[in-house]
């Protein structure tokens, strides 16, 4: 059942995504479609919040460290009932409250400007340490992208976290092999992944990313005594094969008669049970 929910909501996520970049006639559309599933684990399973009142004091924090997947998030917040899915429409346009890279004081329910690279877990850690000063049950749930781990602003952070022993703080990252200069193990090796973050103090996990059973699994093993890492392999235009088969490029494009095909695509492959 929760599988289902998360499954069908993911659906229903990529439909809002290719929506808004035919809108838009452009987009980070192939990030959005990959992260898909992580993104509808984290907003139909494991997110406490009040759609109504998305500045509630108690809500568990998401912080999209990567700005440029906001059409992803705007998806997810639709979603969630956070904002409205006739406001998709406006994403991108002037004066649209969801601007093609996230900010927060634009957008409610984000909770960081992210687009800087890097910067993401560094903030989830100062947010953790907060809440738990606070007495807070809150959780922090960080999404950083395969290229974040570049930066060595991401690992201060992975380091600062174990040494404060964040329970309460969990990273995703999606390991999509790509970046804005290339291929992740061309500009920078940074496997093995999982080592990395052992080595850091962290409970590490890595899963299918575009496995809903798998990303449930994963959250449900996360302990409580030390920060946790779900590591996410995906693939670009999860859900749609033309975008899936075509040639990797950060900013994909898609032409104006494409963006039906890739809905048909998406809703065949829905049907048929292709997305697990
Ligand atoms: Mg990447």
């Not at 108690?58 to 999209?64: A, I, S, Y």
């Not at 917040?77 to 004066?95: C, H, K, P, R, V």
């Not at 749930?141 to 201060?156: A, V």
Request: charged share 20%.
């Amino acid at each position: 059942m929760r599988a289902q929910r998360v499954r069908a909501a993911a659906y229903r996520m990529r439909h809002h995504v290719l929506d808004m970049g035919e809108a838009q006639g452009q987009g980070y559309v192939g990030q959005a479609l990959g992260a898909a599933d992580m993104l509808a684990t984290v907003y139909v399973d494991q997110l406490r919040f009040r759609p109504d009142n998305p500045g509630w004091e108690g809500r568990d924090r998401f912080l999209l460290s990567t700005g440029h997947y906001a059409i992803g998030l705007y998806a997810a917040l639709a979603e969630a009932g956070i904002i409205d899915t006739a406001e998709l429409q406006s994403y991108g346009s002037d004066g649209s409250r969801l601007p093609m890279s996230g900010m927060a004081s634009y957008t409610p329910g984000m909770e960081i400007s992210g687009g800087s690279l890097g910067h993401g877990l560094t903030i989830a850690v100062g947010m953790a340490l907060g809440l738990r000063y606070q007495g807070s049950p809150a959780r922090v749930i960080n999404f950083l992208s395969d290229g974040e781990l570049d930066e060595g602003s991401t690992w201060e952070a992975a380091m600062g976290a174990a040494h404060h022993g964040l329970g309460n703080l969990i990273g995703m990252v999606d390991i999509n092999a790509l970046q804005a200069d290339g291929p992740t193990a061309g500009v920078l090796r940074t496997e093995p992944v999982p080592d990395k973050w052992a080595a850091c103090g962290w409970q590490v996990q890595r899963v299918d990313g575009n496995d809903v059973d798998a990303l449930l699994a994963a959250f449900d093993a996360v302990g409580p005594d030390r920060p946790s890492v779900i590591l996410c392999d995906t693939r670009i235009g999860r859900g749609v094969p033309l975008l899936e088969t075509r040639e990797k490029a950060h900013f994909m494009r898609i032409d104006a008669d494409e963006w039906q095909v890739c809905r048909e695509q998406l809703t065949a492959g829905y049907q048929e049970g292709a997305l697990l």
